[in-house]
Every structure is written in C-alpha cells, then in structure tokens.
C-alpha cells in the first residue's frame, strides 16, 4: 500500500470529474470511507489530527475484523495523518478520505458533513451527492464604478475575467458625450444634436448601454450559464434583466450595493435569495411525482437496487437521512450506468425514475 500515492483535491465548485471517476469504479474491495467534519471554531488543529488518527485506527481495526492481515491493514494509513494538512487555509473544512488497494484520496470540502467511518465494498459517497455536478450560475456584482463576475455554484465560486466589460458607468458616459459632440452640427448658426436626450433621458440611455456592454461581457465569458444571480441597485439590476437577449437566460437581482469584501460576501447573499432555485432535485422530483405507481416509477429499495444493477436509474432520489450499504450499491451502479443521483429535503427515504 506504501506504494500508492495519495491525491489530494480541495474542491471549491463541485466534486472532481477525475476524482470522481477513479472512486465510482474503483474494482477493489474492500474500501475505506472516512468523513470528518470541519473544524469547529475554538478547536485545535491538534484536535483535528487526534480525531482523524483515531478513525483510522477504528477502521483499521474493521479491515483486520475482515479478514485482513494487520499489517496489511496498517498499511493503508501509512503516512496519512501526516499528509493532511491541519494548518492551512483550507484546515478548517469537511473532508472525505478514500482508501482501497489501489487508491488513497483526499478531498476538502467547503460544506458541511456528519462524521462517518465505513468499511464496506463501495465507498460511501451517497452524502456527497449534492457536489455531483451542481447547477452553476454567474454570480455578478455590479455598480456604476465597474463590475465583477465569477462561476458559482451553492458551495463556491471562482472568478472569471469580462476583458470586455466597460470599467465603469463613467466610461460609457465618457463616449456617449464624445460620440454626441462628433454628431453634432450647426444649422442656421444654431447647433442641434441627432438621437441624443439631455438630463434624466441621457443618464437612462447611458445606463441601458452600460448594463447591454455588461451582459454581453458575461455571457460571452459563461455562454453555457443560464441563471444569473446580479448584486447591484435596483436600477442597474433592472436594467441589466433588460439587457439579457437569450430567453434562457433567468435574472435574479439582488438589489442591494455590493460590499467590498468580495466575491465570499456576494456568494453568501445570492444564496439567501435563490439558493432554493439551485436544487437540481426539483425537476426529477416532480417528474417522480407523475410517474409514481407505474413502472417508470418506484420507491421501494429493493427494486430500485435490482434496476440500478441492470442500468434502468435514470435518476436516484434521496432524502437527507438515507444510507446504508444497499443505498451505496444503488448509487454507484446508478452513476456507473450515467444515471444522476440527487440528495433532497424533498423527500424522505429514496425514490427513483426508471428508465424502459
């Protein structure tokens, strides 16, 4: 086992397609699963690495009651304690930590996870559902001074660049003055100006401008994005929703200015106000709901299970309480046939679409 390297992933968006792959069909058995919760504030990081040390050594001693040889057993949390990091930025988090005969993976996780120590054939993943390829979103906090913009999802975020965005609401003042004095000319000794307001008109037409350069900006830098959560004033978030030209795209403004604690601050109050539109469980869930009772529709463990074996999940329903190792199964051979897996507040116990 010392000859298996271990990975590390800190994950800001959703769950590592690489990660991911290499733990859904990992072929070895058996497997270790250990989640350990973030570090609470007041804690040392002492604690945290008494506490990981001590589940390993609890799922040590559940391969040797396995069957295993114990130094085989030893062996696969050679180095480990070490290895994790209980002192830097990203200490404080969830983690969840694979082992089996031909991986070791650490994955940090910026949510929160129930302590968990499994030995069993699958790794337990069912908890980790949510981090499957969540709905994206563009996070955009806008003001009249500029505007920045990240790819978020409901557990993070990362910034994008808009190199084409105006720096500001000056700057399109700026050129729509410029642009108004090179279109004006004298008449009669007098000056007239051509499609151009004055006051209360020009400052509205520099605004829709401002906002139009804005949401071309981020639609060219996220085209596959289609909701986007806008921070800003009223007037700018109104005019930016008026701006958006593709029908599916979905604005939802957050009228309020954007602080200067950056994009940590404007993820948080996006989340406060759209983070129930963010459940991808939604759209499975009421389709669940029209075919339940036919034969495209189940929720009885067992069934489900059977179909999840021979590839007919289309998608895998759980509530927030549910798993056990036949879960595991289930969501393993779901996802292992390119079905989707959902954890939901929706429901309770588990449910699924069938596919056939």
């Not at 391969?63 to 040889?69: I, Y």
């Not at 808009?162 to 050129?175: I, K, N, R, S």
């Amino acid at each position: 086992m010392d000859t298996v390297s271990i990975n590390h992933y800190s994950v800001k968006m959703s769950f590592p397609d690489a990660a991911f792959h290499d733990l859904v069909n990992d072929e070895h058995h058996p497997k270790v699963t250990l989640i350990v919760p973030g570090r609470e504030p007041g804690h040392s990081p002492a604690e945290d690495e008494a506490r990981l040390r001590n589940m390993a050594r609890a799922a040590e001693r559940e391969l040797v009651a396995g069957g295993m040889d114990e130094k085989k057993a030893a062996s696969w949390f050679d180095g480990l304690v070490e290895y994790v990091d209980h002192k830097g930025s990203d200490s404080a988090m969830s983690r969840a930590i694979f082992l089996s005969e031909g991986q070791r993976t650490v994955l940090t996780f910026p949510v929160e996870l129930g302590e968990q120590i499994v030995v069993d054939d699958e790794f337990a993943l069912s908890q980790l559902a949510s981090l499957v390829r969540p709905m994206r979103f563009a996070l955009v906090g806008l003001t009249r001074a500029g505007v920045s913009a990240a790819i978020a999802t409901r557990f993070g975020w990362v910034e994008i660049e808009l190199p084409e965005a105006p720096e500001g609401l000056a700057e399109v003042t700026q050129y729509s003055d410029t642009e108004k004095q090179l279109q004006s000319h004298r008449v009669g000794g007098g000056q007239a100006f051509h499609g151009h307001g004055t006051g209360e008109n020009k400052e509205s037409a520099d605004l829709s401008r401002y906002a139009g350069l804005v949401v071309s900006a981020v639609e060219k830098a996220a085209p596959d994005v289609r909701k986007h959560a806008v921070i800003g004033s009223s007037g700018l978030v109104s005019e930016y929703g008026k701006a958006v030209s593709n029908s599916a795209v979905e604005v939802f403004g957050v009228s309020s200015n954007p602080s200067d604690e950056g994009f940590n601050d404007l993820h948080k109050r996006a989340l406060e106000e759209i983070g129930e539109m963010l459940d991808t469980a939604q759209g499975t869930l009421a389709a669940y709901e029209r075919l339940a009772g036919s034969d495209k529709g189940s929720n009885d463990l067992s069934e489900i299970g059977t179909a999840a074996k021979a590839g007919k999940v289309d998608a895998l329903i759980l509530g927030p309480l549910v798993g056990d190792s036949a879960i595991e199964k289930a969501v393993h051979d779901t996802w292992r046939h390119g079905g989707a897996v959902y954890r939901t507040n929706g429901i309770e116990g588990v449910a699924a679409v069938l596919r056939y």
